[in-house]
């Protein structure tokens, strides 16, 4: 009867520990609140390194970022700088959900002209607008997709609190995310709501992808992720995110 009894407790005790883990929407939102709520412009590059550290592939990156917004918006530029081509990601988050609208010049047939030449065919510079945009599409196979570059899983209703965990050294809840037919484990920190790293797992638990922050700076009084990483085991692969600059625009 007592060995019951002590069962019975420690599954009691379980449950409760469960229930004290807050909703992942309520976790989720008190991460976006924590963004700058000004408009601001961040800079910087993607580079895709081989083991040796040899960066294979570069591109430039510019964000516009409106999260305090109504509704909350934001904007994302990426060139290649050697062959010209862009490609631009507008998002607007909506209660119902993100609305986007792509471009991409790669859908012409010939790249932007360099400085200096000519080119009869303007339109190209507008790019290719796609109506069946997938957030979750790589870009430019350097296995960043569109969602990890724009932090889109905040924003997601599809999510649960799993545990707490510790990131860093600091006590984080760690919110889990479909992803398709894998998941996200994303890493918040329980006392700020800054998002310490995220995971992307197979069912049965196996590494595709993991997001590492490398390093923080305060840019213009504003504290921002400097240097991330985007490390997948399977393909020894590394493509790193730079911020060089931060700064404040005007309103959008």
């Known amino acids: 009867m007592k060995r019951v009894t002590l069962i019975g407790f420690f599954l009691c005790a379980a449950i409760l520990h469960a229930e004290e883990l807050p909703p992942a929407q309520q976790?989720?939102?008190?991460?976006?609140?924590?963004?700058?709520?000004?408009?601001?412009?961040?800079?910087?590059?993607l580079k895709e390194r081989a083991?040796?550290?040899f960066v294979k592939k570069e591109l430039t990156v510019e964000m516009d970022l409106n999260?305090?917004?109504?509704?909350?918006?934001?904007?994302?530029?990426?060139?290649?700088?050697?062959?010209?081509?862009?490609?631009?990601?507008?998002?607007e988050w909506f209660e119902e959900g993100p609305e986007f609208q792509y471009s991409d010049s790669s859908e012409a047939r010939e790249a932007l002209p360099s400085e200096g030449q000519s080119n009869d065919r303007r339109e190209r510079q507008n790019g290719v607008d796609s109506t069946n945009f997938n957030p979750s599409a790589e870009i430019d196979g350097l296995g960043v997709t569109w969602a990890d570059l724009s932090f889109a899983f905040l924003w997601t209703r599809d999510a649960k609190t799993v545990q707490t965990d510790k990131k860093l050294g600091k006590d984080?809840?760690?919110i889990s995310i479909p992803r398709g037919q894998n998941?996200?484990?994303l890493w918040i920190e329980k006392e700020t709501g800054r998002v310490f790293g995220a995971k992307e797992e197979t069912s049965d638990g196996k590494l595709v992808k993991?997001?590492?922050?490398?390093s923080v700076k305060e840019f213009d009084e504003l504290w921002m992720v400097k240097d991330l990483d985007i490390i997948r085991p399977a393909e020894n692969g590394r493509t790193s995110l730079r911020i060089d600059s931060v700064e404040r625009i005007g309103e959008k």
């Open 183 to 185: 998941h996200l484990l």
């Open 27 to 45: 976790i989720l939102a008190f991460a976006r609140e924590q963004l700058p709520k000004e408009p601001i412009r961040m800079t910087g590059s």
């Open 172 to 174: 984080c809840y760690v």
């Open 67 to 91: 999260w305090g917004g109504a509704p909350a918006n934001a904007t994302y530029r990426i060139r290649d700088q050697k062959t010209g081509l862009f490609q631009t990601l507008e998002i």
């Open 51 to 53: 083991p040796n550290g």
């Open 210 to 214: 993991e997001i590492k922050v490398v």
